[in-house]
């Protein structure tokens, strides 16, 4: 239960394994590189200290962690709550709740809550990071106008009120930078995939800067140089009255970090076919958030975007997560020294973009069509994130969650499927699992794993921008949704919805009785089509192959002997 993935896969690592995880762990550094310096900096730190955390602290997670293609560093969930802190305590102070946070975790790790916390009901998920991302955004307005504005206020509204008070000292220059930064990221994408548009972005605006010798704020006008070497460790000096002070906020951090990095690997098994463990993930985030604040790092999880960015690449093992962290470690060794030159503004942008990305607005909007106990929970999550505190929004959340978790397991009669998911196995232990099956090429296949975490399909759906070519046939596993609700009803509309827009054929499989009934009565069930609904995967697997022009196998033909796997 408490193994590395690492070890679990090293049979696997043949030159040929390797190469393509090295390939896709080179990939996913290069996207790191600027939300790396971005989310330190809006935490409030120097920018180095997000190099460095994505360097530890992202491999670390690869080495330790639970998942096969986790990438970890740090996020923009962390933002608010460490913005406080650093206000309010200082960069000590934002050490020693680090490391209180990553012993939290690993002890929720070691005492197998891992699988519990998958089960948090998805409006709360919703509330914190659609809250959050306001505040992001908010914190963005003064280096992306240019507001002359010394010393920031951590809260919502002190923020607005300063910019009402200093909107007379915006600055059009650093303005159309950071606009011109914002145009670039957007549109970059329908260039190339491969290359991240912030990254561009970044290197145009600070090209521009320099040949033109523009009065902009850079890295350097607010930070100064940037080290380009890891520091020695040092230790917090510890006092406990502000330990008693920070309890709180380091638990906020550990819920936060434990969520995001749980969401993050449910949505990377559905994507390769695989299986985490939950429990020893949450050790791995522990492990990495007691280390690197020792070496001057920010608090680390498993983050969506850039875990998405590896699968797409290529990577199926830990190397590719461990090479991510030596690739951005090359680069701050090699070329720090010139990202002292990079426009504040620029970075604003960055930052506006992962905001707009976090407040899933589109699902917010899907919710608010919930039941009624939903969208209390939501709304009250989100304001209480947004007007008062992110601490005591994680407080009242995790209360609400407990009601409607209790509500909702009243309701639910076989708790089969619940009870496969907290023994928190691995996929080896599941004889049905997709790698035991033989998927053609042009077909992908996502498994929805557990009724109550069916937000994370949404996710999943965000993630499929990333990909550079949509494949021909995709396959939606739902053998462990028992029950689905308003939530997943529009997320699998929205989701034919872009597989029209791309030609790709959308299957259903493993559909249980309670999913099939409300797919009728929301209309999918006709929408997708009877003839591409199927009770196994099987059967899902053999009528992909008869789209695509393939002779149909069986089950026994579907299934890969383990000799043959282990080859892979």
């Known amino acids: ?53 994505a360097v530890i602290g992202g491999f670390l997670v690869s080495f330790l962690g639970g998942s096969r293609v986790q990438i970890g560093g740090p996020t923009g969930a962390f933002i608010v709550i460490l913005y406080g802190i650093v206000q309010q305590y200082g960069i000590n102070g934002l050490m020693l709740a680090t490391i209180m946070a990553g012993i939290i975790l690993m002890i929720m790790g070691f005492a197998q809550f891992g699988s519990l916390i998958k089960f948090i009901p998805y409006p709360v998920i919703v509330g914190f990071t659609s809250g959050i991302a306001v505040i992001i955004f908010s914190t963005q307005v003064k280096d992306f106008l240019g507001l002359d504005i010394k010393s920031l206020p951590a809260n919502f509204v002190g ?35 491969k290359v991240p548009g912030s990254l561009i972005a970044i290197i145009v605006t600070t090209v521009i800067v320099e040949y033109f010798n523009l009065n902009v704020p850079t890295i350097e006008s607010r930070f100064g140089s940037i080290p380009s070497t890891i520091p020695s460790p040092s230790f917090p000096s510890v006092d406990f009255a502000t330990i008693r002070q920070l309890i709180m906020p380091a638990m906020t951090i550990a819920l936060l970090g434990a969520i995001e990095a749980l969401l993050s690997a449910v949505v990377a098994d559905g994507m390769i076919g695989s299986r985490h463990k939950s429990n020893m993930e949450l050790i791995a985030q522990g492990a990495a958030n007691i280390i690197t604040p020792l070496f001057g790092g920010i608090p680390v999880t498993g983050a969506i975007a850039r875990t998405a960015t590896n699968v797409k690449n290529g990577g199926r093992t830990p190397v590719a997560g461990m090479v991510h962290a030596i690739t951005l470690l090359l680069i701050m060794l090699l070329f720090g020294q010139w990202a002292k030159l990079i426009p504040m503004p620029a970075l604003a942008a960055i930052l506006i973009i992962v905001a707009w990305n976090m407040s899933e607005i589109k699902v917010f909007r899907e919710l608010l ?187 026994q033909q579907n299934f890969v002997p383990t000799v043959e796997r282990e080859k892979k």
Not at 3 to 25: C, M, N, Q, W
Request: with cysteine.
């Open 159 to 193: 923020q607005w009120s300063a910019y009402a008070q200093n909107l007379t000292t915006f600055h059009p220059t650093s303005f159309m930078i950071g606009l011109l930064a914002l145009v670039i990221i957007i549109f970059w994408p329908k260039v190339s995939r």
């Open 1 to 53: 239960m408490f193994k590395p993935k690492f070890f679990s896969v090293l049979p696997e690592l043949s030159p040929d394994r390797i190469l393509k995880d090295v390939v896709a762990g080179v990939m996913v550094g290069i996207v790191a590189l600027p939300l790396a310096i971005a989310f330190a900096i809006a935490s409030g730190v120097s920018p180095e200290k997000g190099l460095i955390t």
């Open 369 to 555: 069509k919930s039941p009624r106990s939903d969208v209390i929970v939501l709304v009250s999550t989100f304001s209480l994130t947004v007007i008062f505190d992110l601490t005591l929004a994680i407080e009242i959340g995790m209360l609400l969650s407990v009601i409607l978790f209790m509500q909702r397991m009243a309701q639910l009669s076989n708790v089969g499927i619940i009870t496969q998911e907290l023994q928190d196995r691995d996929e080896e232990d599941d004889p049905n699992t997709i790698v035991t099956r033989k998927v053609p090429d042009g077909v992908e296949v996502f498994e929805i794993s557990g009724p109550f975490f069916f937000g994370a399909a949404s996710k999943f759906r965000d993630a499929m921008h990333i990909v550079e070519k949509a494949p021909r046939i995709r396959i939606i596993r739902m053998r462990k949704v028992l029950s689905i609700d308003a939530t997943g009803l529009n997320m699998m509309k929205d989701l034919l919805k872009d597989c029209t827009k791309t030609d790709t054929k959308l299957i259903l499989s493993g559909v249980h009785a309670q999913p099939l009934f409300a797919l009728q009565q929301y209309g999918l069930y006709d929408d997708i089509g009877e003839e591409n609904i199927f009770g196994n995967i099987d059967d899902a697997l053999d009528h992909a192959r008869e789209s695509l022009g393939l002779p149909k196998m069986g089950r």
